[in-house]
C-alpha cells in the first residue's frame, strides 16, 4: 500500500449525511488483563458499532477484554497466541481475515502486532493501524521497525510525547504518526452523581480519600504512593488511602503495607466498574507512573473535577498542566509525592480553580465523540475509494 499523502478533510465533508460511510473494523488485543488499553479498545468497538459499523474483536478466549466485548454483543474471534501455534495461527487468521473482509485492522500489543500484523498483511487487508499506548522504551528497533514500519500503515499514540520519539526512532514522517489520547465520556465521568462506598465504617470524623485507580504493577508506582502515605502519617497528616484496581504486583504492595504497618489506612478494594462513583468518592487521585501515555484515569479525575497529583513522565503533563489543572512530581519521589498531597488537600481554593480548569481541558479536547471522529478523518485519508463507494450507495437509494 503506498503511502497518502498528508491531507486534511475539511469537517463539513466529514459530517455531511450523505458521505456517512459503514465501516468494517476488527481489533487484535493479545493481553489477558483489564486496564486502560483493554478499555480503549472496547470504547471504540462500541462506538463505532453505535454508528453504524461493523466491529469484530480478535483476542485470547480468557482474555477480560473477550468477556467484556461478547457481554455488550460485539462480535469475537478466540485466538492462541503462543508461540508453538505462530505460524498455523497467522495463517488461519489470515483466512478468517479473507472472509470478514474488514476495511481496517488495529493491533494493541507486541504478539498480535506481529501475528495479526502479518495475517493482516498476508490478507491484503486495506489499512493496518498499530496502536502505541505506552511511553515505555524500545527493545530492539530493528525488530520493532519491522512491526511498526511494515507491519503498519499508520501508527496510533496516546501522547505528543510517544509521536515524536517513534518520528526520531523510526524515522517516521509527520503523516505516518498520529497523537490520539483515549477520548472520555463526558457524561458518564460527570461531577455529579452516586458516590461509591470506598472505606467501611470509616466513622464519624471522616478523613481525605487519596486514591490510585489502575492495574497494580511495578510501573504504575504504588509504592511510591505507600511510601508517602507512611511519611504523611508520620508527620501527623490524617488521610485514608484507596487502591483500587488487580494485578500481579498486588501481593507485592500489600507486603509493602505490613511492612510499613499501614493496614489501618489503606484500603484495597479490586477491580471496581464503578470508576465515575470511585472518582467522586476520592478527596484526590494520586498518578505515581514510572512511565505512562497518557492515563485515561487522569482524564476521568479531571472530568469528574476530581484533583490529580501524577508523576512528570510520558504524556501526563498533556493533561496535568503544573497550577493549571493539577500537580506533578518527579516519578519514584516519595517526599515530593507526599508533599503534593499534603498541598492539594490543605490549599484548598488553588485545587479547586485546578479542578474546574481540567474540567474544561476534557470538554474542549477530549471528549470519546471527538476521538471517534478523528480515526474516522484518518480511515478517510487512507481509504478514499471506500468512502466515495459509500456515497455512490447512498445516491443509488
Keep these: 500500500m503506498s503511502e497518502p499523502k498528508a491531507q486534511t478533510i475539511p469537517s463539513e465533508t466529514f459530517m455531511a449525511a ?30 463505532f458499532r453505535q454508528r453504524g459499523s ?6 485470547p478466549s480468557g482474555a477480560e477484554v473477550f468477556h467484556r466485548a461478547q457481554a455488550v454483543s460485539i462480535a469475537c474471534e478466540a485466538i492462541d497466541y503462543s508461540r508453538w ?21 488495529n493491533t494493541h500489543s507486541s504478539r498480535d502486532g506481529w501475528l495479526v500484523g502479518i495475517a493482516a498483511r498476508m ?39 510517544v509521536t515524536a520519539h517513534f518520528q526520531v526512532l523510526f524515522h517516521m514522517s509527520a503523516d505516518r504518526v498520529t497523537t490520539l489520547p483515549t477520548g472520555i465520556d463526558l457524561f458518564k465521568f460527570s461531577p455529579h452523581g452516586d ?89 484526590l487521585l ?6 505512562e501515555g497518557i492515563p485515561q484515569t487522569g482524564m476521568q479525575a479531571l472530568a469528574t473535577k476530581t484533583p490529580v497529583v501524577a508523576s512528570d513522565v510520558g504524556g501526563i503533563p498533556s493533561i496535568i498542566r503544573p497550577g493549571e489543572t493539577g500537580r506533578l512530581v518527579p516519578p519514584g519521589d516519595s517526599t515530593a509525592l507526599a508533599r503534593a498531597i499534603r498541598d492539594t488537600l490543605q490549599n484548598t481554593a488553588a485545587t479547586k480553580r485546578m479542578c474546574e480548569a481540567g474540567r474544561a481541558l476534557v470538554e474542549r479536547e477530549h471528549g470519546v465523540e471527538g476521538m471517534l471522529d478523528k480515526l474516522e478523518l484518518l480511515y478517510r485519508r487512507y481509504l478514499p475509494d471506500i468512502v466515495c463507494c459509500a456515497i455512490d450507495q447512498r445516491k443509488m437509494v
Design 18 to 47: 450523505e458521505s456517512k460511510v459503514r465501516w468494517r473494523i476488527v481489533h487484535s488485543e493479545a493481553s489477558l488483563g483489564w486496564g486502560g488499553q483493554e478499555r480503549r479498545i472496547l470504547a471504540e468497538l462500541e462506538g
Design 54 to 59: 461493523d466491529v469484530w474483536l480478535l483476542a
Design 85 to 105: 501455534q505462530f505460524p498455523f495461527t497467522v495463517l488461519k487468521t489470515a483466512a478468517w481475515l479473507r472472509r470478514v473482509r474488514p476495511h481496517v485492522i
Design 123 to 161: 490478507a491484503q487487508v486495506p489499512f493496518i493501524v498499530r496502536t502505541r499506548h505506552f511511553d515505555v522504551p524500545i527493545s530492539s528497533r530493528l525488530i520493532s521497525g519491522f512491526v511498526y514500519r511494515r507491519l503498519a500503515d499508520h501508527v496510533l499514540t496516546t501522547s505528543p510525547k
Design 195 to 283: 458516590l461509591a462506598q470506598l472505606v467501611p465504617n470509616v466513622g464519624q470524623n471522616p478523613v481525605p480519600l487519596v486514591g490510585m485507580v489502575s492495574v497494580i504493577r511495578l510501573a504504575k508506582g504504588h509504592e511510591t504512593m505507600i511510601a508517602a502515605a507512611s511519611q504523611l502519617r508520620a508527620e501527623g497528616f490524617a488521610a485514608h488511602y484507596v487502591i483500587v484496581g488487580d494485578g500481579p504486583n498486588l501481593e507485592r504492595v500489600r507486603e509493602k503495607v505490613r511492612a510499613l504497618q499501614l493496614g489501618e489506612c489503606v484500603t484495597f478494594t479490586g477491580q471496581r466498574d464503578d470508576v465515575p462513583a470511585v472518582l467522586r468518592a476520592l478527596s
Design 286 to 291: 494520586v498518578i505515581p507512573s514510572m512511565h
